[in-house]
T-cell receptor, first 115, second 114 residues
Framework: DGGITQSPKYLFRKEGQNVTLSCEQNLNHDAMYWYRQDPGQGLRLIYYSQIVNDFQKGDIAEGYSVSREKKESFPLTVTSAQKNPTAFYLC??????????????FGEGSRLTVL | KNQVEQSPQSLIILEGKNCTLQCNYTVSPFSNLRWYKQDTGRGPVSLTIMTFSENTKSNGRYTATLDADTKQSSLHITASQLSDSASYICVVRPRSGNNRKLIWGLGTSLAVNP
């Protein structure tokens, strides 16, 4: 079945460590996004990519990095520079066919906890 | 400032009852308004997308309405089921923007009890 796969589902990290969250999609979508969700706040955009080998900062990019070497993959690295990394991270994608509406398809999320 | 406000913040209803969730927005002009359902610990799933020219859209027991004049949208759930327990998020896309510019509400947390 087509969809977006995020891994791991749960991740624990010690302070000072970098961690990478995986996001893979087989929907043939061009655009991919990373969001962060915290209790009591709306989704906030971290990074997005509209085409392979290109990505743009979102509203809260500090302390994060991404790459887009393949159309199917958009991994997110949470670096030690991110001051409050404990959160629920969501990856999403949009296809060219959704250019007008921009309907987002989400993965199941990755919950990162910093110990 | 572009904002999306949802009410109530949380709601508890009995199985089988109907309910209506509200979304007020200040985004103008806008391209479309969406409602997502998010189960606890999972990613959001799209329920409806309405362009600025539409005023109602249904998806099974879910019916969304849009009044662009008053800048209000509502999501009506008919004959609620236990599986409807989730957070419902209203999202507005400004006309001049793309998904980069989506304005997200905080969601309404719905609990359906037996």
């Amino acid at each position: 079945d087509g969809g977006i796969t995020q891994s791991p589902k749960y991740l624990f990290r010690k302070e000072g460590q970098n961690v990478t969250l995986s996001c893979e999609q087989n929907l043939n979508h061009d655009a991919m996004y990373w969001y962060r969700q915290d209790p009591g706040q709306g989704l906030r955009l971290i990074y997005y990519s509209q085409i392979v080998n290109d990505f743009q900062k979102g509203d809260i990019a500090e302390g994060y990095s991404v790459s887009r070497e393949k159309k199917e993959s958009f991994p997110l690295t949470v670096t030690s520079a991110q001051k409050n990394p404990t959160a629920f991270y969501l990856c999403a994608s949009t296809g060219l066919g959704d250019k007008v509406t921009g309907e987002l398809f989400f993965g199941e999320g990755s919950r990162l906890t910093v110990l | 400032k572009n904002q999306v406000e949802q009410s109530p913040q949380s709601l508890i209803i009995l199985e089988g009852k109907n309910c209506t969730l509200q979304c007020n927005y200040t985004v103008s002009p806008f391209s479309n308004l969406r409602w997502y359902k998010q189960d606890t610990g999972r990613g959001p799933v799209s329920l409806t997308i309405m362009t600025f020219s539409e005023n109602t859209k249904s998806n099974g027991r879910y019916t969304a309405t849009l009044d662009a004049d008053t800048k209000q949208s509502s999501l009506h759930i008919t004959a609620s089921q236990l599986s409807d327990s989730a957070s419902y998020i209203c999202v507005v896309r400004p006309r001049s923007g793309n998904n980069r510019k989506l304005i997200w509400g905080l969601g309404t947390s719905l609990a359906v009890n037996p």
